[in-house]
C-alpha cells in the first residue's frame, strides 16, 4: 500500500500546494518511499525516490524537527548505495575482471564518501591497481589514502599493499 499511499501524499502536494497537510503530506510520502526501498543487492529505484523526496523536505523546511529523522534515513539509504556499489566491485574482483571493479570502487569513493564502504573502497581501489600492475597509480592512490585516512581502520592493510610495490 505504501505505493498507492505515496502517490496520494504527492497529490496532495501538488493539487492543494495551499493546503495544510502539505508538509505532513512531503514527509509521509518520503517515508513511503524509505519503507518500499528494498536490500542492496535488488533494484534501487525505490531508494533514489526516497532520498531525492526526503532532500527536497529539507530544502523546502530547513529548520523542522523531522530533519532530524531524514537525515537519519538518507544516511541510511546512502551506505545501501554504496554498499551495493561496493559489493559490485567486490564480485568483479571474484570474476577477475579488473577493469570494472576499478570503476565500481571509484564509484563509491566519488559519490559515497558519507558511508562506511568509503575507505575499504580506497583499499580495494589499491588492491586493484597492484592486481593490474600500475605501479604509480597505486602509489598515488596509497597517498591519498594516508592523507585522507589519518585515522583509518585499515592503515596496516595499506602497509602491507604498500610493501608489495617494486621499489621506485
Known sequence: EYILAAYNYNLVRRVYPNSPFVKE???KAGICYYNLAPSYDRDQNYTMMAIKTMSEFQQVYPSDSLTNIINANIQELRDRL????????????????????LIYYESVIEQYYDTKYYEPAFVGKIEVLLE????????NAIDTYYSTFKNGDLPDKVKELESSLPPE
Open 132 to 139: 593490474m600492475k600500475k605501479w604509480e597509480k597505486a602509489r
Open 82 to 101: 554504496g554498499e551495493r556499489e561496493y559489493s559490485i566491485a567486490e564480485l568483479y574482483r571474484k570474476l577477475l575482471s579488473p577493469n570494472s571493479a
Open 25 to 27: 503530506s512531503f514527509f
